[in-house]
């Protein structure tokens, strides 16, 4: 199967500060998702990235893609309190399962 | 669209009971997923369904846990006994396509509805 491992576990910034959470895989990934979810809600999209190399933005959150398919990065930019939250990446192999990481928690001090 | 819908929202039964979950997909997705979410095993794929036909259900913890799709805006997970064990968030989530091919072609998002937490006493 198909591991995902996130890092940091947790993080605690202030508002602000730039920040990156990373989330590598074990094998190639073939469609990798960032997800945001708050405690006891649902889960958010935020990007989907397929090609190696591959970077996207929306507002202040970028996602890379690094050339192996194999490692992604979400970076945040002036993080604000809006920020929050719990950060998962998500990705499938090429037979369709999913899988997703245990999730970055993310604290912005005021 | 209304999103993803499920229920109950919040659900607390005694162990043994028959448990079942509820879940709508949103309209025209042909794609719907079952995930349990707790602390200790994160986000983990129970089932998937692709147009009402259960496709992977590898991730279903035992016999106890069966889902249905008989149509393709109505699905339900069902637990039968419960036990403490199977306290957990459940989450639906549905998806217009799924699943890449070697060139990384037909993917899509995952719409996710706003879960079921389950409590076994």
């Known amino acids: 199967s198909q591991e995902l491992e996130q890092s940091p576990q947790s993080l605690i910034v202030q508002e602000g500060k730039n920040l990156t959470i990373n989330c590598t895989s074990s094998?190639?990934?073939?469609?990798l998702y960032w997800y945001k979810q708050k405690y006891g809600e649902g889960l958010i999209f935020l990007m989907m990235?397929?090609?190696?190399?591959e970077e996207k933005s929306h507002e202040k959150i970028t996602a890379k893609l690094d050339e192996k398919k194999q490692q992604s990065s979400l970076h945040i930019t002036a993080s604000q309190p809006s920020h929050a939250g719990i950060y998962l990446c998500?990705?499938?192999?090429?037979?369709?399962?999913?899988?997703f990481g245990d999730g970055t928690t993310l604290t912005v001090k005021p | 669209d209304a999103g993803v819908i499920q229920s109950p929202r919040h659900e607390v039964t005694e162990m043994g009971q028959e448990v079942t979950l509820r879940c709508k997909p949103i309209?025209?997705?042909?794609?719907l997923f079952w995930y349990r979410q707790t602390m200790m095993r994160g986000l983990e794929l129970l089932i998937y369904?692709?147009?009402?036909?259960?496709?992977?259900d590898s991730g279903m913890p035992e016999d106890r846990f069966s889902a249905k799709m008989p149509n393709a805006s109505f699905s339900t997970l069902k637990i039968q006994p419960s036990e403490p064990r199977d306290s957990a968030v459940y989450f639906c989530?549905?998806?217009?396509?799924?699943?890449?091919?070697?060139?990384?072609?037909?993917?899509?998002?995952?719409?996710f509805g706003p879960g079921t937490r389950l409590t076994v006493l």
């Open positions: 989530a549905s998806s217009l396509s799924w699943g890449t091919s070697g060139s990384g072609s037909s993917y899509n998002e995952q719409f």
């Open positions: 094998k190639t990934l073939y469609g």
């Open positions: 990235l397929q090609k190696g190399g």
């Open positions: 998500g990705a499938d192999n090429n037979a369709g399962k999913s899988t």
């Open positions: 309209s025209g997705h042909d794609y």
């Open positions: 369904f692709n147009n009402n036909v259960p496709i992977d």
